[in-house]
């Protein structure tokens, strides 16, 4: 079985403070990653992809992976109120074309 | 640039009944995948559908199923409700060659009673 590992939270950070999110995954043939924001009520909004070992920053959200500890993070630099949803992570290879999704970590941010 | 479509956003209907969703994807994608949300299983895939064709299938019963015509919409069916199907439902959609990046609609809440 497939699986994809997140601390459910809530996870509380001050405004302006950085937020970091973890994920673990077991399957050794993951190939793609993803972070998706959920809003209470609202559907998943793709926010970061990671495809390679590394980093990859876009604006206030760099992504984290490292393939060898099957890991993935997603940082949250300068965090606001808004920020505060679910983040889901999310894992696929390319042969499955199915993404596989932790079960969330909630984001509060505190004003 | 439109995003995924999905119809309708809100259905109740009654233990035994079918029921079928519909999502259209952004201009140019051609995959379609559907996924069951829930808050107790969270995003569960469902099945992926790409040029008509179905290339991938969860482990859901034989009650659900979907098609995919040739303008790439895409529509699922559930046959015969179950409390238990209660959910938000959610379409993404792909460009569809290899994985690439996926766009999800703003899903269709079903509740069956």
């Known amino acids: 079985q497939k699986e994809v590992e997140q601390n459910s939270g809530p996870l509380s950070v001050p405004e302006g403070a950085i937020a970091s999110l973890n994920c673990t995954y077991s399957?050794?043939?993951?190939?793609?990653f993803f972070w998706y924001r959920q809003y209470s009520g609202k559907s998943p909004e793709l926010i970061m992809s990671?495809?390679?070992?590394g980093d990859k920053e876009d604006g206030r959200f760099t992504a984290q992976l490292n393939k060898a500890s099957q890991y993935v993070s997603l940082l949250i630099r300068d965090s606001q109120p808004s920020d505060s949803a679910t983040y889901l992570c999310?894992?696929?290879?390319?042969?499955?074309?199915?993404?596989?999704f932790g079960s969330g970590t909630r984001l509060q941010v505190q004003p | 640039k439109a995003g995924v479509t999905q119809t309708p956003r809100y259905l109740i209907k009654t233990r035994g009944q079918q029921v079928t969703l519909s999502c259209s994807p952004i201009?140019?994608?051609?995959?379609v995948s559907w996924y069951q949300q829930t808050p107790g299983q969270g995003l569960q895939f469902l099945f992926e559908?790409?040029?008509?064709?179905?290339?991938n299938k969860g482990n859901f019963p034989g009650r659900f199923s979907g098609r995919q015509f040739s303008n790439s919409r895409s529509e699922m069916n559930v046959s015969t409700l179950e409390l238990g199907d209660s959910a938000l439902y959610l379409c993404?959609?792909?460009?569809?060659?290899?994985?690439?990046?996926?766009?999800f609609g703003q899903g269709t809440r079903l509740t069956v009673v």
């Open positions: 201009s140019g994608h051609r995959s």
């Open positions: 993404a959609s792909s460009q569809g060659q290899g994985f690439t990046e996926a766009f």
């Open positions: 559908y790409f040029s008509e064709t179905q290339r």
């Open positions: 990671i495809y390679s070992n």
């Open positions: 399957d050794r043939v993951s190939q793609s």
């Open positions: 999310a894992v696929t290879d390319t042969g499955r074309r199915a993404l596989t």
